[in-house]
T-cell receptor, first 109, second 113 residues
Framework: DQQVKQNSPSLSVQEGRISILNCDYT??????FLWYKKYPAEGPTFLIS?????DKNEDGRFTVFLNKSAKHLSLHIVPSQPGDSAVYFC????????FGTGTLLAVQP | IAGITQAPTSQILAAGRRMTLRCTQD?????MYWYRQDLGLGLRLIHY???????GKGEVPDGYSVSRANTDDFPLTLASAVPSQTSVYFC????????????FGPGTRLTVL
């Protein structure tokens, strides 16, 4: 049973607009959440994280929101750029990281 | 450049053969991990090691074994490869063992025929 779910396999956004990637989880004991970005033929790279004691964390164009009551996590990218096109994985941790299935973001010029 | 290296980059293997995927990190991280990435399934943890000399089973350990003789190296062995082990394998490391930010290697693409 998938504890971390990314229900949208893909997302297409115009350059300059906002990209919103969503992630849902089932385990209320998760206390740390991360987003990774993956380009083809490369390993995932860490993007941004948030602790369960916060509801928002911002780093430049990237903001992660956490809604604990809904067990929902989202990543906002604004403005989106063509170089943001990649697969995005959310991950949650109580002890070990549990990854979602990934969302392929395509930013159209 | 500090980071994680994996070898080989890709490999085609006949079913039943033994294969060891190599992973080396130079960040002096305590914890290391092996994941497999499959379409529609994301990244799944195979085995991990919280510190040199210890290993543990992840979500999908069957058919794989690991060893952690020192801090830097964490090889993954397939004793007798099967086609369902066709996947992309990623090694990762983190400074601590409790869900800390993990740093990934470039991956090994393995095809078992």
């Amino acid at each position: 049973d998938q504890q971390v779910k990314q229900n949208s396999p893909s997302l297409s956004v115009q350059e300059g607009r906002i990209s919103i990637l969503n992630c849902d989880y089932t385990n209320s004991m998760f206390d740390y959440f991360l987003w990774y970005k993956k380009y083809p033929a490369e390993g995932p790279t860490f993007l941004i994280s948030i602790s369960s004691i916060k509801d928002k964390n911002e780093d430049g164009r990237f903001t992660v929101f956490l809604n604990k009551s809904a067990k929902h996590l989202s990543l906002h990218i604004v403005p989106s750029q063509p170089g943001d096109s990649a697969v995005y994985f959310c991950a949650a941790s109580e002890d070990k990281l549990i990854f979602g299935t990934g969302t392929l973001l395509a930013v159209q010029p | 450049i500090a980071g994680i290296t994996q070898a080989p980059t890709s490999q085609i293997l006949a079913a039943g053969r033994r294969m060891t995927l190599r992973c080396t990190q130079d960040m002096r991280h305590n914890a290391m991990y092996w994941y497999r990435q499959d379409l529609g399934l994301g990244l799944r943890l195979i085995h991990y090691s919280n510190t040199a000399g210890t290993t543990g089973k992840g979500e999908v350990p069957d058919g794989y074994s690991v060893s952690r003789a020192n801090t830097d190296d964490f090889p993954l062995t397939l004793a007798s490869a099967v086609p369902s082990q066709t996947s992309v394998y990623f090694c990762a490391s983190s400074d601590t063992q409790t869900g800390d930010t993990q740093y990934f290697g470039p991956g090994t693409r393995l095809t078992v025929l």
